[in-house]
């Protein structure tokens, strides 16, 4: 254990800190997740049947339950080099404000111009593609942090970059579509007439403001419909857990450099890429018996995978043409309501993170939006850091779990993921600032008709 | 001399190395700026005199000549933890694009919500507000980067804060808006019918877009015409140009610590509160006979205070309510052209700034915005970060002069102050991006008319 030190507000690892190696929770795990499924043959995807749409490193990453730790290549840790490491914060403002015991952190992700922690997996997947001798990726993006991030990643290396945005997004954040344009890419609303599923999906539901399944199913028609693209993805799966690991392992390293021993982790929860790596390497000492956390995911209440969802084979994607997962899932047509600002629209869940809550080890809750905004303006004004929409699902519960502490006086220690910021989610602000902001909780009928479109699998 | 230490991308200093003191350069200056005078007696401003519209800490720091240093109070000094030290980043991602012999560095401002350096007089001015049992205080903000940083700062401090915005980036930049009022600010368009000069101005110019002169006299007639309120200013006073110097001394600190040594310093100019508080302890160093350094201000060509002003007494803003100040200036009266994007438009500049230019211890030099965007664009692809148009125009004489030294074979050092981050800039970007983006510099009929009505100081 490290000698007590003064805590510093922030926390920064030097360069020689930072981590070599992502680390792959699924080798630690006794129940690994389960296998994404062919939906023809419903029989596990082998890699080459996932080679046609991923870039074959990636696959193996995918694939890989055995091996714990991963080289981080050169040129992905000297790429990390120009945003990370990120800081672990120390909140004593917000303790002070809160008049709480507790102690908290935050590990903020925000430092970068994608906004969020997504630039994490974006590098390496455009990396590994680009080391394939590819020409470009397709991607589907949400609140539009990922397209951002995927945008950066490929201008840094020479790669095309196209982008089918949700279009509710793409109406409510015209500013990140010109990010990303800046950045060299092209952006399409989504969904659009450019693709058959998306033609379709208009079809079925003229005047949609799409989802992140239906972006899915287009991104990933457009990669295997052009030679030398692949798709990419920027949470869900394996392999962008495992890159994101990097935001766990340094928040275990900084708080190992100050003897700092966690009681509650806290992180937001949409696909699971951010929480999935934040916990990973405390999940790991946990199922190592090494240690033990209470470790909680948070989800909008308008889209509750997690905590009002099935653990079920589910198709990824809306158009219904990637391989099935096992995960939580409101079903692949389930569209939260579209009063529902900022990402964490998911229907799904990732599977490791799916497994870990299923196994036990995890909690999840649900939260409201009006909640979450209220929570977001106070961590703002205190913390001077306008956090985006989906980081404040953490901050709303971090803070309740504070307020707990008070009420008992004890002095936990709390760690919340602070995934990005909210610079370009001001139109969801404005609605909050003006009290014109509402709640949308879906009914129980409203989750059977997601539930019923759920594929039969034996 | 430090010891040859490999240079990290990114170099962060301790808290406790974080400067106790801000560095007033006018301690070091052989002639000093010349002092602000009473447009009605056309002598020298008094402290009682400045105390209606100032607070008197700041009054004091305006007048004070003489000492070098002046010691941060512990509570300023918090607030700086929660987002400083700025990096000092070595772009080497930068330097190998460009294929450079030249080493590049920038001191990054942009990692807080307020998106820039102006942050760092914010808080010091909301501070001793709050300190003199102030109700609230009332600003100007052009791009809004100054208006956010003091919204934070009041929010921080539970002061109310009143902001006139230049109804051009009110209308350009309404998330800018947004971000004030989740920080508790109240937003006006400038100029607007709340204020006698504001009624004033829209009688004589009906349709205008409003400039930072007219913004100014708004919130100085809205703060002294409020019980408990006082004025605060985001740049070109000499205390704006004390707090910020926190940026050329941590600069400087990284540097020492690295051994690293500086032969050419760049910053932009529009008011001079970043290029000010940058060059203060080098200029210093050069004032005492320490060291020497090229210093470049980069002001855009639309509207070129430095480069084509004249030196001379002139009112800060347009209404001619306030102090005149001797400075270089384009007349009280010029506005930049509409097409002109991004801030950097007053009209004037800091008197300290001036005074250094007039004794020829900085240069200046001017840039069209186009080719400011095209840099802008480079920088954001190759060192992944998007910054904003004022801090690209440092950006753009940095690329040039790394060129230069391309040609040369020289491997000069080059620092630049990275101001902050273009994220609410994207109507800007958007009208690049299209090719829609055009240059206009003024033509010296243009600015005739700006000089014409300067004032007869004797």
């Keep these: 254990m490290a000698a007590m030190k003064e805590i510093p507000y922030k926390i920064y690892l030097e360069e020689n800190e930072m981590p070599q190696a992502w680390y792959n929770v699924r080798a630690d795990m006794k129940n690994k997740p389960a296998?994404?499924?062919?939906?023809?043959?419903?029989?596990?995807?082998?890699?080459?049947?996932?080679?046609?749409?991923?870039?074959?490193?990636?696959?193996?990453?995918?694939?890989?339950?055995?091996?714990?730790?991963?080289?981080?290549?050169?040129?992905?840790?000297?790429?990390?080099?120009?945003?990370?490491?990120?800081?672990?914060?120390?909140?004593?403002?917000?303790?002070?404000?809160?008049?709480?015991?507790?102690?908290?952190?935050?590990?903020?992700?925000?430092?970068?111009?994608?906004?969020?922690?997504?630039?994490?997996?974006?590098?390496?997947?455009?990396?590994?593609?680009?080391?394939?001798?590819?020409?470009?990726?397709?991607?589907?993006?949400?609140?539009?942090?990922?397209?951002?991030?995927?945008?950066?990643?490929?201008?840094?290396?020479?790669?095309?970059?196209?982008?089918?945005?949700?279009?509710?997004?793409?109406?409510?954040?015209?500013?990140?579509?010109?990010?990303?344009?800046?950045?060299?890419?092209?952006?399409?609303?989504?969904?659009?007439?450019?693709?058959?599923?998306?033609?379709?999906?208009?079809?079925?539901?003229?005047?949609?403001?799409?989802?992140?399944?239906?972006?899915?199913?287009?991104?990933?028609?457009?990669?295997?419909n052009q030679e030398g693209y692949r798709y990419v993805l920027g949470s869900v799966l394996n392999q962008v857990l495992l890159h994101q690991s990097i935001i766990g392992l340094e928040t275990k390293a900084a708080m190992d450099k100050y003897g700092i021993q966690a009681d509650i982790i806290i992180g937001c929860a949409g696909g699971g890429s951010n929480v999935g790596g934040l916990i990973s390497p405390f999940v790991g000492q946990m199922l190592r018996g090494e240690a033990d956390y209470r470790i909680i995911a948070v989800e909008p209440a308008s889209c509750p995978s997690l905590t009002r969802g099935k653990f079920a084979y589910d198709f990824c994607d809306t158009g219904m043409v990637c391989p099935l997962a096992k995960m939580y899932t409101l079903g692949s047509g389930f569209i939260p309501s579209a009063n529902h600002a900022g990402g964490l629209r998911y229907h799904g869940m990732s599977p490791v993170v799916s497994q870990l809550y299923h196994d036990g080890l995890i909690e999840a809750t649900s939260v409201e939006q009006t909640k979450v905004f209220e929570a977001a303006t106070y961590f703002a004004r205190v913390e001077g850091i306008l956090p985006a929409p989906e980081s404040s699902h953490a901050i709303r519960v971090a803070i309740d779990e504070a307020l707990k502490c008070k009420e008992t006086g004890e002095e936990k220690t709390i760690v919340f993921g602070l995934t990005g910021t909210g610079y370009f989610d001001m139109v969801a602000y404005e609605k909050f600032n003006n009290g014109t902001m509402s709640d949308y909780i879906p009914t129980d009928d409203d989750l059977a008709q997601g539930f019923a479109g759920l594929p039969k699998v034996d």
């Design 35 to 224: 296998p994404l499924l062919n939906p023809a043959t419903m029989q596990p995807m082998t890699a080459e049947e996932l080679g046609g749409v991923f870039c074959k490193e990636l696959v193996a990453q995918e694939l890989d339950n055995d091996n714990a730790y991963i080289p981080i290549p050169k040129e992905i840790r000297d790429f990390y080099k120009m945003y990370r490491p990120s800081p672990l914060v120390r909140a004593y403002c917000l303790e002070e404000k809160l008049q709480t015991p507790a102690k908290i952190y935050y590990k903020f992700e925000g430092n970068n111009t994608s906004g969020s922690h997504k630039l994490n997996s974006a590098i390496a997947q455009a990396y590994y593609a680009k080391n394939q001798g590819l020409k470009g990726v397709t991607t589907e993006t949400g609140a539009g942090q990922w397209g951002t991030a995927l945008s950066m990643a490929c201008a840094y290396l020479g790669l095309d970059c196209q982008v089918y945005m949700v279009k509710v997004s793409y109406e409510q954040k015209p500013f990140r579509r010109e990010v990303m344009r800046t950045y060299g890419a092209s952006v399409t609303a989504s969904p659009s007439e450019t693709t058959a599923v998306g033609r379709k999906i208009l079809e079925a539901h003229p005047g949609t403001s799409g989802s992140l399944g239906c972006a899915i199913s287009e991104a990933v028609e457009a990669a295997t």
